[in-house]
């Protein structure tokens, strides 16, 4: 039996702004990108996403292009009157992004009430399950008791808790909303996937040793901060290991650097390999995804380096 993470998020139709000014059309999101690119990497797994899509043709093509990537579809659900979000993304001369979204009436934000007591049953025989602080936020707030549900009912099982808090301001109707949430997602955590700016923003917090010092009140047994080009950071049992990275110098477009990160990270750890390869082989997954347009870079450009980056 092969083993299953599962990935609960939004994917929404993503309209690319080209240079020329056309605008070309593909699916994406935090989660699902992370599940596509873990899938990519370590295909024996098993990549379950959780989400929620609508009855409509777009629908349909967003769960067939899931297929493509090979990422298992059993926990799809589907709303009776929902279709799923959008948004348009243009990239600045330094790859940076701006986003424009229609998503507040999204099918996705339906996912929790939409899941059957089969598919919780299946879920909780996972090893992994993944969310993100972009999941949670764009659940209402009426949902988010059935997400701690759900959670306990995982650990409970023994399914392990990974969280990226992925925080986005305008997700959020103010700061105190999100802390409240994220004390409860860090609660339930076994493993943390932030970054510096999420810290930075949301708590004020700056350094490497403020972060791990916050953190140390829960129970979360490994935490990789995401600083961007400068280093990465290890922080188990209370102590810091930090990692060099070698920077980009041609970053096109910044769109699921952590992302990418993530998937890989999280694929490696399934697969048995740990600590610094697994960290050098999530960073040069990342620093290739950068390189290119769109949340999703061409399969063959990604498998291409993968099969060297496996053997170096």
Same mark, same amino acid.
Request: glycine share 6%; charged share 20%; net charge negative.
């Given at each position: 039996?092969?083993?299953?993470?599962?990935?609960?998020?939004?994917?929404?139709?993503?309209?690319?702004?080209?240079?020329?000014?056309?605008?070309?059309?593909?699916?994406?999101?935090?989660?699902?990108?992370?599940?596509?690119?873990?899938?990519?990497?370590?295909?024996?797994?098993?990549?379950?996403?959780?989400?929620?899509?609508?009855?409509?043709?777009?629908?349909?093509?967003?769960?067939?292009?899931?297929?493509?990537?090979?990422?298992?579809?059993?926990?799809?659900?589907?709303?009776?009157?929902?279709?799923?979000?959008?948004?348009?993304?243009?990239?600045?001369?330094?790859?940076?992004?701006?986003?424009?979204?229609?998503?507040?009436?999204?099918?996705?934000?339906?996912?929790? /009430? #939409?899941?059957?007591?089969?598919?919780?049953? %299946?879920?909780?025989?996972?090893?992994? +399950?993944? *969310? =993100?602080?972009?999941? @949670?936020?764009?659940?209402?707030?009426?949902?988010?008791?059935?997400?701690?549900?759900?959670?306990?009912?995982?650990?409970?099982?023994?399914?392990?808790?990974?969280?990226?808090?992925?925080?986005?301001? /305008? #997700?959020?109707?103010?700061?105190?909303?999100? %802390?409240?949430?994220?004390?409860?997602? +860090?609660? *339930? =955590?076994?493993?943390? @996937?932030?970054?510096?700016?999420?810290?930075?923003?949301?708590?004020?917090?700056?350094?490497?040793?403020?972060?791990?010092?916050?953190?140390?009140?829960?129970?979360?047994?490994?935490?990789?901060?995401?600083?961007?080009?400068?280093?990465?950071?290890?922080?188990?049992?209370?102590?810091?290991?930090?990692?060099?990275?070698?920077?980009?110098?041609?970053?096109?477009?910044?769109?699921?650097?952590?992302?990418?990160?993530?998937?890989?990270?999280?694929?490696?750890?399934?697969?048995?390999?740990?600590?610094?390869?697994?960290?050098?082989?999530?960073?040069?997954?990342?620093?290739?995804?950068?390189?290119?347009?769109?949340?999703?870079?061409?399969?063959?450009?990604?498998?291409?380096?993968?099969?060297?980056?496996?053997?170096?």
């Amino acid at each position: 039996m092969m083993s299953r993470i599962v990935l609960m998020g939004e994917c929404m139709a993503e309209l690319l702004q080209l240079e020329t000014g056309l605008l070309q059309q593909s699916f994406a999101g935090d989660v699902f990108n992370t599940a596509v690119y873990l899938k990519r990497a370590f295909p024996q797994l098993d990549t379950c996403l959780l989400t929620a899509v609508g009855q409509d043709s777009l629908s349909d093509s967003m769960v067939d292009f899931f297929a493509q990537e090979n990422i298992d579809t059993q926990f799809i659900c589907r709303s009776p009157d929902k279709i799923p979000g959008l948004y348009w993304i243009k990239t600045d001369a330094q790859g940076e992004r701006s986003f424009t979204y229609w998503r507040n009436d999204s099918a996705a934000r339906q996912v929790l /009430r #939409l899941l059957t007591t089969t598919h919780i049953e %299946k879920i909780a025989q996972a090893e992994y +399950f993944f *969310f =993100s602080g972009i999941s @949670l936020a764009v659940i209402p707030a009426a949902d988010r008791d059935l997400l701690w549900l759900l959670l306990a009912r995982l650990k409970e099982a023994g399914v392990k808790i990974v969280f990226d808090p992925n925080y986005r301001s /305008r #997700l959020w109707g103010n700061p105190e909303e999100a %802390k409240v949430n994220f004390d409860q997602a +860090f609660g *339930f =955590s076994d493993l943390l @996937l932030p970054g510096v700016d999420d810290f930075m923003q949301l708590y004020g917090l700056n350094t490497i040793e403020s972060i791990n010092d916050f953190l140390s009140k829960y129970s979360v047994s490994e935490v990789v901060v995401k600083n961007g080009p400068e280093e990465l950071c290890l922080l188990r049992e209370g102590k810091i290991h930090r990692y060099a990275i070698t920077p980009v110098s041609n970053v096109v477009d910044t769109t699921s650097a952590g992302d990418s990160f993530n998937g890989v990270y999280l694929g490696a750890k399934m697969a048995g390999i740990a600590g610094e390869r697994a960290l050098a082989l999530a960073a040069k997954s990342a620093a290739v995804v950068i390189q290119h347009r769109g949340a999703i870079i061409p399969a063959p450009i990604f498998q291409e380096f993968w099969t060297e980056a496996l053997i170096s």
